[in-house]
């Protein structure tokens, strides 16, 4: 019901803007200029890919990082030229996006509806195959405005194999978007069997439904589907962790008819960049997280129109790049400059995230942050922990009830409330919406005993299994509670669970093999991803970035009184983590009824209007 009338409000909204909008950039023009780095270059096959995954609203880019500046009318223009040059090759490119592309940024949330920005600026990129993240699922209307706006404008795309709707005018279960779709690409006559799936997710409103990924490749048109003799190229994607017991099984299933046929999968959800190796024909490519990375994937060898090879006997081979999402990365690959590389259709992109972003007065300043405030780039505690300044300044000023005006409060906040770092400099609207997107507010038990309040933090920050409750639904309790990032041990799939699951871990993933000894010229921070393919797949050679391991949870005792230890505390946190708090208790002995015996702490207060409130009170940038 939502669909049709959120539309022609943003046309209108649109054209209402056009006016005094300052002239086109293919670039937003805040944006910081990209920096000249060494590069990597792309080897073509006769199939190649671009993929986005988690972009979560990003489409102006990164506007504090010259690494990741390039906006969504740039990549417009990124995937023509790519197209034309595959062309010119004899070659085929396809556009891939695996979903999470609502909830985390100002360009999507600060809207109202949500969403209205986003939706026109997405649809100006071709992409030829997509499917729904588990973002786009949590609430009613999002997935409904998924149905009725994102679906049809990527008719022919947009795929759902295990996602299904409750119609909100029929009321009837119908599959949000085609199960899968049989294509051949255009130059090579390459025949493409796609798929579009959702990891098992089960935190979704009750009108949609995901089926497990085991049940999903049981079915019958899915047996069907795969038995098909004229397929070339298993194509899977999906918002699923290329590492994953989902992936795992859909390979297998593949693998049980078709042993011979290649496989290539794209992945998400995770937010990391990862090449997983299923086979020596069967490959998936993630592609990290708020458009800072494209993703690069070319497949040689491969049964043609015009050599129909013998699959069995043939090996093909694959080649997978992690793009930073910047202009001089994007001039590099295309082989292009200022004036040739950006496309009409691009610059119109830009021009419509930049109208966009204008009419969301996303650039307003509510205050200077004086320094940088990382999430896991600083170590926790310490001075430059955006947990700690939560810890040990936002919670203590702002946290307080009028109706409980005298009582000390113990206030849990799960470290996954906050998406992205803090720069040095202007924290701006849009600033507020990449921190803290969410729109949770507190919740609270009056008056519990300290002693046991105090352990509920240290439970949620325990091992996830060793809290994993018969009772409770979650198979892995607290993973819902930290940043995507850090799900990559809680999870411990393949190849994490071979290892010891500890930070270290997380660290091989993310940085380097070269030590940042100053003796490349030009090499600034950023990824050094090592992945199944080694450790050559980021385009750009970068020193590396020191990387840590944040807690769950964290936890602030807001007390006049202090520093006496209470007696008794209310016990405040997000509402999001209700579950986890709840079940937490019963482990530190307490008997509280969360059904009935909560309420909400500073109603009407979410988080974010908390910690933005703190930041206009504190921040001047005129001290700065
Ligand atoms: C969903 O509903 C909420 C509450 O009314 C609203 O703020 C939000 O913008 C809506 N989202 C969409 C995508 O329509
Ligand atoms: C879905 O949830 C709503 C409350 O959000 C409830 O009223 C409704 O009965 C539920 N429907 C089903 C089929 O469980
Ligand atoms: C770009 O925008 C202009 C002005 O609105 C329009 O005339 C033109 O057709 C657009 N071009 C493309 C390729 O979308
Ligand atoms: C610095 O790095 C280069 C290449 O990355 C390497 O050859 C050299 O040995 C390193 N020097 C030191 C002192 O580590
Ligand atoms: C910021 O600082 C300036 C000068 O110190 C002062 O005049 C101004 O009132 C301050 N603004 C706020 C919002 O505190």
Same mark, same amino acid.
């Given at each position: 019901m939502v669909g049709p009338q959120?539309?022609?409000?943003?046309?209108?909204?649109?054209?209402?803007?056009?006016?005094?909008?300052?002239?086109?950039?293919?670039?937003?023009?805040?944006?910081?200029?990209?920096?000249?780095?060494?590069? &990597?270059?792309?080897? %073509?096959?006769?199939?190649?890919?671009?993929?986005? @995954?988690?972009?979560?609203?990003?489409?102006?880019? $990164?506007?504090?990082?010259?690494?990741?500046?390039?906006? %969504?009318?740039?990549?417009?223009?990124?995937?023509?030229? !790519?197209? *034309?040059?595959?062309?010119?090759?004899?070659?085929?490119?396809?556009?891939? =996006?695996?979903?999470?592309?609502?909830?985390?940024?100002?360009?999507?949330?600060?809207?109202?509806?949500?969403?209205?920005?986003?939706? *026109?600026?997405?649809?100006?990129?071709?992409?030829?195959?997509?499917?729904?993240?588990?973002?786009?699922?949590?609430?009613?209307? #999002?997935?409904?405005? *998924? +149905?009725?706006?994102?679906?049809?404008?990527?008719?022919?795309?947009?795929?759902?194999?295990?996602? =299904?709707?409750?119609?909100? &005018?029929? @009321?009837?279960?119908?599959?949000?978007?085609?199960?899968?779709?049989? +294509?051949?690409? *255009?130059?090579?006559?390459?025949?493409?069997?796609?798929?579009?799936?959702? +990891?098992?997710?089960?935190?979704?409103?009750?009108?949609?439904?995901?089926?497990?990924?085991?049940? #999903?490749?049981?079915?019958? %048109?899915?047996?069907?589907?795969?038995?098909?003799?004229?397929?070339?190229?298993?194509?899977?994607?999906?918002?699923?962790?290329? $590492?994953?017991?989902?992936?795992? !099984?859909?390979?297998?299933?593949?693998?049980?008819?078709?042993?011979?046929?290649?496989?290539?999968?794209?992945?998400?959800?995770?937010?990391?960049?990862?090449?997983?190796?299923?086979?020596?024909?069967?490959?998936?490519?993630?592609?990290?997280?708020? !458009?800072?990375?494209?993703?690069? !994937?070319?497949?040689?060898?491969?049964? @043609?129109?015009?050599?129909?090879?013998?699959?069995?006997?043939? @090996?093909?081979?694959?080649?997978?790049?992690?793009i930073d999402n910047n202009l001089y990365s994007f001039y590099h690959h295309t082989g292009l400059d200022q004036n040739t590389f950006p496309t009409e259709h691009g610059q119109n992109a830009s021009r419509l995230i930049q109208q966009s972003r204008s009419a969301l007065q996303l650039d307003k300043v509510h205050g200077c942050a004086p320094q940088n405030y990382w999430m896991s780039r600083a170590k926790y505690p310490s001075e430059d922990s955006i947990y700690t300044w939560l810890e040990k300044q936002v919670l203590p000023d702002m946290l307080r009830d009028e109706s409980r005006v005298g009582m000390p409060a113990l206030a849990v906040v799960n470290t996954g409330a906050i998406r992205f770092d803090i720069f040095k400099g202007p924290f701006t609207q849009d600033s507020t919406f990449t921190v803290s997107p969410f729109t949770s507010g507190f919740r609270y038990v009056k008056s519990v005993p300290y002693d046991k309040a105090i352990l509920i933090v240290d439970i949620l920050n325990k091992q996830p299994q060793i809290l994993t409750d018969a009772d409770a639904e979650e198979t892995y309790f607290a993973s819902g509670l930290a940043p995507p990032e850090h799900l990559v041990y809680s999870h411990g799939t393949a190849p994490y669970a071979s290892l010891d699951r500890n930070v270290a871990d997380y660290h091989k993933k993310q940085t380097p093999l070269l030590s940042s000894n100053n003796s490349t010229p030009n090499m600034v921070p950023g990824y050094t991803t090592i992945d199944d393919g080694g450790s050559d797949g980021d385009d750009t050679i970068h020193s590396p970035i020191s990387f840590f391991r944040v807690p769950n949870c964290i936890q602030a005792l807001v007390s006049s009184e202090s520093p006496v230890v209470p007696e008794a505390v209310d016990l405040v946190y997000i509402d999001f983590i209700q579950s986890y708090v709840a079940l937490a208790a019963k482990y530190a002995g307490l008997d509280i009824d969360f059904a009935r015996d909560t309420d909400v702490y500073m109603p009407s207060k979410t988080f974010t209007d908390l910690v933005l409130d703190w930041i206009k009170h504190n921040w001047n940038c005129t001290d700065a």
């Open positions: 959120i539309y022609s409000f943003s046309l209108l909204t649109f054209v209402s803007f056009t006016h005094w909008i300052s002239p086109l950039l293919a670039l937003q023009p805040s944006a910081p200029e990209p920096v000249v780095a060494p590069l &990597r270059d792309l080897k %073509w096959g006769q199939l190649n890919f671009l993929h986005t @995954t988690d972009t979560h609203g990003w489409l102006a880019g $990164h506007l504090q990082e010259p690494s990741y500046s390039a906006d %969504w009318g740039d990549y417009v223009s990124f995937a023509t030229r !790519m197209r *034309e040059k595959a062309e010119a090759q004899g070659q085929d490119l396809l556009v891939i =996006d695996t979903g999470d592309r609502v909830e985390g940024n100002g360009l999507y949330d600060s809207s109202e509806p949500k969403g209205i920005f986003i939706s *026109e600026i997405l649809r100006q990129q071709h992409i030829d195959v997509l499917c729904a993240g588990n973002h786009e699922l949590y609430k009613r209307n #999002t997935s409904e405005t *998924e +149905f009725f706006t994102t679906v049809p404008n990527f008719r022919g795309s947009y795929l759902a194999s295990n996602i =299904d709707i409750v119609h909100p &005018r029929t @009321t009837t279960a119908v599959p949000l978007a085609p199960r899968f779709k049989k +294509f051949i690409t *255009e130059n090579q006559g390459i025949r493409i069997l796609a798929f579009g799936f959702l +990891f098992d997710f089960t935190k979704n409103d009750n009108n949609t439904i995901v089926q497990p990924v085991e049940e #999903t490749v049981k079915e019958y %048109w899915f047996q069907e589907a795969i038995r098909d003799e004229d397929t070339d190229l298993f194509l899977v994607v999906g918002h699923v962790p290329v $590492h994953s017991k989902e992936y795992d !099984m859909i390979f297998k299933a593949i693998r049980a008819v078709r042993w011979h046929i290649p496989i290539q999968f794209f992945g998400g959800h995770y937010h990391i960049r990862d090449f997983a190796r299923y086979d020596s024909k069967a490959f998936g490519l993630a592609s990290g997280r708020f !458009m800072e990375t494209v993703g690069f !994937m070319s497949i040689d060898g491969l049964s @043609t129109k015009t050599q129909r090879a013998i699959p069995a006997l043939s @090996t093909p081979s694959f080649h997978r790049r992690y």
